[in-house]
């Protein structure tokens, strides 16, 4: 639902900045060639939907006992528009559609690179107890717990290399594109990626407190 939510509000972002612009353009060319009436209309027209979803905003707003510089953008297309100044009226239509639609923007990037990091999660791991292999919940992992890393396995948790060598992607975490070389008792960070043949990690600390949840848990309060 919150999806649906944010895709609408995405497109409906875009086609107020689309009138706007239009409004301002189709204006200006009726202006230049010799007809001001119809470019006072095409002005206002530009602004009247921007201006109603702006009103229908600051009342969600104020509903929920938050009020915000959005008020100053209305007031300002209210007054040229009621004074005649339909040219200074879009020009702010315009300006706040654009600044809408750029917030908009960063927040569906955000949106993207949470899913992403989300994705790359993993919910199980691989543990090493009495000569077997377990599949194990992540949070059942606990300090100083053997695990087995499988070529394109995501290092659930901090921990070390006890393996003779192994061979991560560490582009998620630090953006380096080239895979890191690391030998025994080298620390392997949370969200590495097993580029190489499978190894033994040896944890270091639990999940919720590993170098990838701390980055999740960055980047949702960042969103």
């Known amino acids: ?6 895709l609408f509000e995405d497109r409906l972002n875009v086609a107020l900045l689309g009138m706007a612009l239009l409004g301002l353009v189709s204006g ?18 530009g602004v009247i939907p921007v201006l109603a979803a702006l009103c229908i905003e600051i009342v969600r707003s104020l509903w929920k006992g938050e009020v915000g510089l959005d008020i100053v953008a209305a007031l300002s297309m209210s007054a040229a528009l009621f004074f005649g ?11 706040y559609s654009g600044g809408t639609f750029l917030e908009s923007f960063a927040q569906g990037r955000a949106r993207r690179e949470m899913s992403d990091l989300l994705s790359r999660v993993p919910r199980t791991a691989t543990r090493h107890r009495d000569g077997a292999l377990d599949e194990v919940p992540l949070e059942d992992i606990e300090p100083d717990d053997l695990l087995l890393i499988r070529q394109g396995d ?3 948790v901090d921990g070390t290399v006890k393996s003779e060598r192994a061979m991560l992607d560490q582009s998620a ?3 380096e594109s080239m895979p890191a070389r690391l030998s025994c008792g080298q620390d392997v960070m949370s969200g590495s990626t097993n580029a190489g043949e499978a190894f033994d990690l040896r944890v270091t ?3 919720s407190d590993s170098t990838y949840a701390g980055i999740v848990r960055l980047v949702e309060e960042a969103q």
């Open 205 to 207: 600390r639990r999940a």
């Open 85 to 95: 100044e339909t040219l200074a009226a879009v020009v702010v239509a315009l300006m």
């Open 28 to 45: 200006g060319v009726l202006w230049l060639s010799g007809q001001p009436d119809l470019a006072e209309i095409a002005w206002a027209a």
């Open 173 to 175: 975490l630090t953006g």
């Open 1 to 6: 639902m919150h999806k649906i939510t944010a």
């Open 154 to 156: 995501v290092a659930p």
